[in-house]
T-cell receptor, first 115, second 113 residues
Framework: NAGVTQTPKFRILKIGQSMTLQCTQDMNHNYMYWYRQDPGMGLKLIYY???????DKGEVPNGYNVSRSTTEDFPLRLELAAPSQTSVYFCASSYGGTRIEQPQHFGDGTRLSIL | GENVEQHPSTLSVQEGDSAVIKCTYS??????FPWYKQELGKGPQLIIDIRSNVGEKKDQRIAVTLNKTAKHFSLHITETQPEDSAVYFC????????????FGPGTSLSVIP
C-alpha cells in the first residue's frame, strides 16, 4: 500500500494564481484532513472530511476550498494565492467511524511558495 | 479555546542519554494523546499513543506517561540514538467531533553522537 500520496511535492505560485493540491489514500479510510505547517507553529487544520460528499472547516479555512467526491481523493484548492499561504501542506487520513479515536496517517507534504 | 502546549521547543542530548518532552492540554474531555515523529522532508508518523484509561505505555525505548488530573503527558526516549533526531509533536483529541486532534508546536530533538 502507498498510504497517503500528495502531489506535487514542491510548487511556486505567483500572487493571485490558483492551484489544486492533490491527495489520495489507498487505505479505505473514511476521514481525511488538510493541515498547514508553518515554522514553530505545529500543524493547523484547514479542512476535514468524514466521508465522500461531506466536508467541514477546520481552524484556518479562509482562502481554501475542498471537495470529497470519492473515498480516496481529497483535493485542496487555493484561489487567488497570497503570500500568507506560503507553507507546507499535509494531507492525512484516519479510519474513523468508530467511537475509539484512530491515529492519523500523513503524506509527505507539498511545499508551496507564493511570490 | 482548546490548546496544547509543548516544552522544550529544542532539545540536544548526547547519544545514549534520555530525552523527555512534556505537553499540557486544556480540554478536560480529551482522552486520546498521540505522539508523532517528523523527519526532515517527511510527514509526521505516529510513534506511540495513549488513551486516558492508562497512566503509562511503553514500546521498547519509548514511553509515554499521562496525568489526567494535572492535564500533563510526557514522552520519554531512553538510550537515544542519532536516528532519533527529528521533530516530535504531541497532540490531544477534541471530543467535540471526528478524530480531530490539536497539535503542540513541536520539539526539535538533536542527538549528538
Amino acid at each position: 500500500n502507498a498510504g497517503v500520496t500528495q502531489t506535487p511535492k514542491f510548487r511556486i505560485l505567483k500572487i493571485g494564481q490558483s492551484m489544486t493540491l492533490q491527495c489520495t489514500q489507498d487505505m479505505n479510510h473514511n476521514y481525511m484532513y488538510w493541515y498547514r505547517q508553518d515554522p514553530g507553529m505545529g500543524l493547523k487544520l484547514i479542512y476535514y472530511s468524514v466521508g465522500a460528499g461531506i466536508t467541514d472547516k477546520g481552524e484556518v479555512p479562509n482562502g481554501y476550498n475542498v471537495s470529497r467526491s470519492t473515498t480516496e481523493d481529497f483535493p485542496l484548492r487555493l484561489e487567488l494565492a497570497a503570500p500568507s499561504q506560503t507553507s507546507v501542506y499535509f494531507c492525512a487520513s484516519s479510519y474513523g467511524g468508530t467511537r475509539i479515536e484512530q491515529p492519523q496517517h500523513f503524506g509527505d507534504g507539498t511545499r508551496l511558495s507564493i511570490l | 479555546g482548546e490548546n496544547v502546549e509543548q516544552h522544550p521547543s529544542t532539545l540536544s542530548v548526547q547519544e545514549g542519554d534520555s530525552a523527555v518532552i512534556k505537553c499540557t492540554y486544556s480540554d478536560s474531555a480529551s482522552n486520546y494523546f498521540p505522539w508523532y515523529k517528523q523527519e526532515l522532508g517527511k510527514g509526521p508518523q505516529l510513534i506511540i499513543d495513549i488513551r486516558s484509561n492508562v497512566g503509562e505505555k511503553k514500546d521498547q525505548r519509548i514511553a509515554v506517561t499521562l496525568n489526567k488530573t494535572a492535564k500533563h503527558f510526557s514522552l520519554h526516549i531512553t538510550e537515544t540514538q542519532p536516528e532519533d533526531s527529528a521533530v516530535y509533536f504531541c497532540a490531544a483529541n477534541r471530543k467535540t467531533s471526528y478524530d480531530k486532534v490539536i497539535f503542540g508546536p513541536g520539539t526539535s530533538l538533536s542527538v549528538i553522537p
